[in-house]
Every structure is written in C-alpha cells, then in structure tokens.
C-alpha cells in the first residue's frame, strides 16, 4: 500500500508544480500519462494494451489493461493474452476471443518501477520547465523587466523574477558604476536568450542602447504615440550617451519634448543610468549637418567628407578643439558611433600657409621612429603639417602613443617649419 501511496504523492506533486508554473491542465494530464506509459513500455515492450486515467484534481489515476482471452495453451503473450482458466475466475462468461479489462495495481510492478516512473516524471517536468522558460522570455526579448536581486557573483548577478525565474546580469551588461545588495530590486532590458543544449538562460543588459531607448519610451509619450522616432543612440554606459529624434509633426520639438520641462523627463533616466550624461540631437538625413550636430557642444569651421570610406575630417578653431574631442575622447567617440563615420578633428590652418608647403612624415625617419611615424599614418594623418594641426589629446588616444612621444614628434616638426 506505502508504494502505491508514493505513486499517489506523485499526482500531488505534479500538482503542487502546475501551481507554481503555470502549466494547463492539458499538458499537465499528457505528461503524467506519458510518464506512466513510457514505464510501462519498458517493462512489457508495449504500452497499447493499457488505458491511463489521470485525475489531477483528485491527485490520483486509474491504470488498466486490456487482454484477449486465450485457450490455456495457446497463451504465447501474458502481457496482451489472459488464459481462459483465468479469465474465468474474475467472471465464469467469458470465453476465447473476448477482451478482458482490469485495473492494474502499480505498486504490484515493484520498486523499481516506481523509481522509474519518479525519474521519468522529474526529466518530463524539467523539460516542460524549461521550454516554459524559454518561451516566455523569447517573447520579452527587448523589454524592460524588473527582478529581485538574489545572488551577487564577481562575473554576473543572478536575479529571479515574480515567478522565481533566473535571470543573468553580466558583469559586463552592467553599468561600471552599479552597486547592488541582495534583495533590491534591478531593472534591465531583456537582451537575449540562450538556449544551449536546451537549457534556456536569460541574459538581462543594462548596457545596451536598447535599454536607454525603452527608458526614453516610458518617460516620452510622443515616442509611444509615434510622433517622435528615435533614430540613433550611442553609448558610453555610465559615462555619456548621444541619442538622435526626429518628429513627424512640425508642432513638435522632438528634442524639447524627450529632455521636458527643465529637464524633466530625461532626469529619472539620467538617475536610472547612474548619471549618464545624456545630450539629444535632432536627427538629420544630411551627413554633413549630422555629424555638426553630432560634435556639438563645439562649433564646425567646414567639413571634409569621404562617403566611401565613411570618414570625415572637420575642421575647427583651436578654442573648439577641446570641445569637440570632449574629456576622454568621448564626445569626439560617441559623434562617430552615431553617425558611423570615422571622425578626424583638426585645427584650421592660419591664412597664408600653403598646403602644399608640407612634408610627408616618411621624411622624417633619421629623427623620429618608424614604429611612431607608422603609429600616426595609421590613423590617416601622412603630412606634417597635418600631425602638428592634430589635437595632441587626438593624437595620443587614436595613435596609441605615450604623452611624451607625441611631445617629441610636435617638437620635431615644430623645428622644421621654423627653420
């Protein structure tokens, strides 16, 4: 009795887990079903001769087999045939070739069995679990989520969500400056979902330019009501972001409207994002203009375009050099993940001087390291004239070069033209 009872328990157990999965009835029943008959195949070869009858409500079920009556001696399948002798001890009617109907007691196939029923109905659920999983987040790819933070890890966090779901925060989709305790609450943008070897986990991204223009989507109604479209957005995460809108009404500034009244839309962002800098820009199909916005807070002399290659050499006054390139290289980094064009800034040159008074560097190879000279060329500047009108922070970021290898080099050239 003890066996069938753990039997029962099973039914109550499977029970217990569609409560907190979430699983209909339907599935439920089928896989409880399988799981008995896939038992059953295993020990008799077959499972066509037997009805499964699930009651999950009651948490019990019914197993029973069907057998043809057979004369004693032609009994060749004691799984599929019952002898007549036999069948006629459970009623004196019946004879050969009529089917005979009894419950089956499944604590009667033994332990074993009911291990296996235990194991077979474990790898059902996991399996269940997991496409569960899988398929519930595959559809909130791109959406912001909120989740509990449970376990902090020097790689990743691990979260769960209401249903008690986990879900990965990468060291790497977080912004550098994120601090969390166990049990705050994170909010992130479901970046994607892998699913190796059928074994879904969902990778959650605060990083991602995504997760600013979801942010921006709640704060902004326009954008929801399709008045205003965000068209670009680069990041530096933490640190700095440019996002580009444009309006399909005249009435609306799309600008205005993101940042609001004195700030007010974008400020909860900004917090979110732990004080990201935020600049909006009014997005342009014009190239030229785009990448002058791109570069704003600094003002553009001219611009010189190769669309081919996608670069660009702009040109500014030496006040505006610093503005342009921005601390770090990020305004100068974030213009050109924006626009996808390749940035060069440079001085303008003073009225009067030649450009075809320059040098090429390769010239230059007795006094200054062909390692350097390749380092510069690598960045696209070969004249001259051209490094010394490079802002030296340009220089030394997009060369890769120590402070004062760049000062030597700018000596160098410097002394030439004096000369």
């Given at each position: 009795m003890a066996k069938k009872e753990d039997a029962i328990s099973m039914v109550d157990t499977f029970t217990e887990f569609k409560e907190l999965k979430n699983i209909d009835r339907t599935t439920m029943v089928s896989v409880l079903e399988e799981s008995f008959r896939s038992v059953i195949a295993?020990?008799?070869?077959?499972?066509?001769?037997?009805?499964?009858?699930?009651?999950?409500?009651?948490?019990?079920?019914?197993?029973?087999?069907?057998?043809?009556?057979?004369?004693?001696?032609?009994?060749?399948?004691?799984?599929?045939?019952?002898?007549?002798?036999?069948?006629?001890?459970?009623?004196?009617?019946?004879?050969?070739?009529?089917?005979?109907?009894?419950?089956?007691?499944?604590?009667?196939?033994?332990?074993?069995?009911?291990?296996?029923?235990?194991?077979?109905?474990?790898?059902?659920?996991?399996?269940?679990?997991?496409?569960?999983?899988?398929?519930?987040?595959?559809?909130?790819?791109?959406?912001?989520?909120?989740?509990?933070?449970?376990?902090?890890?020097?790689?990743?966090?691990?979260?769960?969500?209401?249903?008690?779901?986990?879900?990965?925060?990468?060291?790497?989709?977080?912004?550098?400056?994120?601090?969390?305790?166990?049990?705050?609450?994170?909010?992130?943008?479901?970046?994607?979902?892998?699913?190796?070897?059928?074994?879904?986990?969902?990778?959650?991204?605060?990083?991602?330019?995504?997760?600013?223009?979801?942010?921006?989507?709640?704060?902004?109604?326009?954008?929801?009501?399709?008045?205003?479209?965000?068209?670009k957005i680069a990041r530096i995460p933490g640190e700095r972001a440019k996002i580009a809108v444009e309006s399909y009404d005249d009435r609306i500034d799309p600008v205005g409207a993101c940042v609001g009244v004195k700030g007010s839309r974008i400020h909860g962002i900004v917090r979110e994002l732990r004080n990201e800098n935020i600049d909006v820009i009014n997005y342009t199909a014009n190239t030229q203009l785009f990448i002058q916005r791109a570069l704003s807070p600094a003002k553009i002399s001219s611009i010189r375009l190769n669309e081919e290659e996608h670069k660009a050499e702009v040109f500014l006054k030496p006040e505006e050099v610093s503005l342009a390139i921005g601390k770090n290289g990020q305004n100068i980094k974030l213009a050109s993940m924006l626009t996808e064009y390749t940035i060069d800034v440079f001085r303008e040159l003073p009225e009067g001087v030649a450009e075809d008074e320059d040098i090429y560097l390769d010239e230059f190879r007795d006094e200054i390291e062909g390692w350097v000279i390749d380092a510069i060329k690598g960045i696209g500047i070969d004249t001259a004239k051209s490094v010394l009108n490079a802002p030296r922070e340009m220089l030394i970021e997009k060369a890769d070069l120590e402070e004062e290898t760049v000062d030597d080099v700018l000596r160098i050239l410097r002394k030439e033209f004096e000369e």
């Open positions: 295993k020990m008799f070869g077959s499972d066509e001769n037997y009805d499964v009858i699930v009651n999950p409500d009651k948490g019990d079920f019914e197993i029973w087999r069907n057998r043809e009556v057979v004369a004693d001696e032609d009994l060749t399948d004691s799984n599929k045939q019952i002898p007549l002798s036999e069948a006629q001890k459970i009623d004196a009617s019946y004879e050969v070739g009529e089917e005979v109907t009894d419950e089956v007691d499944f604590a009667k196939f033994g332990r074993r069995a009911i291990l296996n029923l235990r194991q077979t109905l474990a790898s059902k659920i996991l399996e269940l679990e997991k496409d569960s999983l899988y398929n519930k987040y595959i559809d909130k790819v791109g959406t912001i989520i909120s989740a509990e933070v449970y376990q902090i890890w020097k790689k990743e966090i691990l979260l769960l969500d209401d249903d008690g779901n986990e879900l990965l925060l990468p060291k790497t989709e977080q912004i550098p400056s994120d601090f969390y305790r166990k049990g705050e609450t994170a909010r992130a943008v479901v970046a994607r979902v892998d699913n190796k070897n059928n074994n879904p986990k969902i990778i959650l991204s605060r990083t991602s330019p995504l997760f600013l223009q979801r942010l921006l989507e709640q704060e902004v109604p326009e954008i929801n009501d399709g008045l205003i479209t965000v068209k």
